[in-house]
């Protein structure tokens, strides 16, 4: 869950061209006369997801031994913008990996539903609904994403607080920040706002303990009141927290790939709402803290009567491209995807929270042994719900709402008309 860019028409034209290459120039597909797959993701190329790819690719082959597969790294930061272009062209990848909620949500009229081939896998992975839409399932879910806010245990010692007793209200949560601020200089949370990524951990991290349980379900059901004081909140607060200085120096111009998450690497920030898999996680974090001292809590109750959970959903998942030649193949290579050898090199070699509930994470640590025992209470994160044309408005108006160009209640009219026109 990184940055999604917005390029001009032309650009994108362009780009289309030089990232569609090795996908489209010799037509190949399954079925096809080179028996050939062609997939594009933003993960094959890093070397933590190596022996992720090798093991699914073996998988793979037992299956179908006579279709080469192709994996296409292509930029997460461009990833969209190309994917885009391929599908307006109608050619491009067979399988292709997407971030779960809005980004696949608003494509699936490119995508072949895979209901009829993963029934065998709908019990032992977790995180499909954020690859749903009407029921329909369009992507075999990889890992589970979600935004625990992480906190410094050591930073907790050090302000004679007890580290394995975290705040349950916000009022306690603050009033710990200050103590923490006072023995070791440290901010309350490491915030990077400066792609606009933020208010999206923030909304989905804390927004448990702002709004009520109706109201939350009723907000993923997509019957969001905007008007709601308790909607109102969560942007209020948003500002509210840069206002007193709880935030490092700012947070506007800090990216939060990987700026924010060095902030609180580096004991320069007691908490970071940060995500469960991918890059700023646990592994990430324990690799500097030390994994017994990076801690995980539930939001703070801000709104009485709020019941805080961990908010997550399916992270990243493999979708297949409605025109590829043969689907129940390329079907099956989404389903090795997201086998559990597969997934156990993802877990081990990355730090991914595995969408297979199949996985030990017993020795990963305390933070992870949280996360996991979370899961069964958790609720889908917020700011999934939403389209990826909000998402990104809500971005920009995070961004002045800091600044202070813009009220609360404009911000909220402003989101409340993108949500609205679908």
């Known amino acids: 869950m990184k940055q999604r860019a917005l390029w001009s028409v032309v650009l994108v034209a362009g780009l289309a061209l030089a990232g569609c290459g090795s996908a489209s120039d010799s037509d190949s597909s399954p079925g096809g006369s080179d028996g050939k797959l062609v997939v594009w993701d933003w993960k094959s190329g890093d070397v933590s997801a190596a022996s992720y790819i090798e093991k699914a690719k ?18 997460f930061e461009q990833y969209y913008t190309l994917l885009g272009a391929a599908i307006q062209a109608g050619k491009g990848p067979d399988v292709m990996l997407f971030n779960g909620g809005g980004q696949i949500r608003d ?3 490119a995508l072949l539903p895979l209901d009829e ?42 302000a004679g607080l007890d580290p394995e007793r975290p705040a349950t209200t916000w009022s306690e949560f603050v009033a710990n920040c200050e103590k923490i601020a006072k023995a070791t200089k440290a901010k309350c949370f490491a915030q990077g706002n400066k792609e606009g990524i933020g208010i999206q951990f923030f909304l989905s991290g804390l927004g448990s303990g702002i709004l009520s349980p109706q109201e939350y379900d009723d907000w993923i059901a997509g019957k969001r009141n905007w008007n709601s004081p308790a909607v109102k909140r969560v942007f209020a607060l948003w ?31 007691a908490h970071v709402i940060g995500l ?30 709020t019941t805080p959970s961990l908010p997550y959903d399916g992270g990243i998942g493999y979708a297949v491209a409605k025109w590829t030649k043969d689907p129940k193949v390329a079907a099956d290579l989404v389903r090795s995807l997201t086998s559990t050898e597969a997934l156990k090199a993802f877990y081990a070699d990355a ?15 305390p933070a992870v042994s949280t996360i996991v025992s979370d899961l069964d209470g958790g609720k889908p994160a917020l700011h999934v719900a939403l389209s990826s044309k909000t998402i990104e408005l809500m971005g920009r108006l995070s961004q002045q709402l800091l600044s202070g160009s813009v009220t609360v209640d404009k911000a909220v009219e402003q989101l409340a008309a993108s949500d609205q026109a679908g």
């Open 117 to 158: 081939y993963i029934g065998d896998d709908k019990q032992r992975l977790a995180g499909w609904e954020a690859f749903t839409k009407d029921s329909k399932t369009y992507a075999g879910p990889v890992t589970l994403q979600g935004h625990p806010i992480y906190y410094n245990k050591s930073l907790y010692q050090k």
């Open 351 to 365: 730090g991914a929270i595995a969408s297979d509930k199949t996985i030990d994470v017993s020795t990963a640590g």
């Open 239 to 269: 500002k509210e927290v840069n206002d007193k200085g709880l935030n490092n120096e700012g947070a506007n111009s800090t990216a939060m790939f990987n700026d924010a998450f060095a902030v609180f690497q580096s004991s320069k920030a």
């Open 276 to 305: 469960m898999s991918d890059i700023g996680h646990w592994k990430d974090f324990a690799e500097f803290l030390e994994a017994g001292n990076v801690g995980v809590m539930k939001a703070p109750v801000v709104t009485a009567g």
């Open 58 to 75: 073996a998988d793979f082959a037992k299956k179908h031994s006579g279709v080469t597969v192709e994996f296409v790294a292509q930029p």
């Open 107 to 109: 494509r699936v009229d």
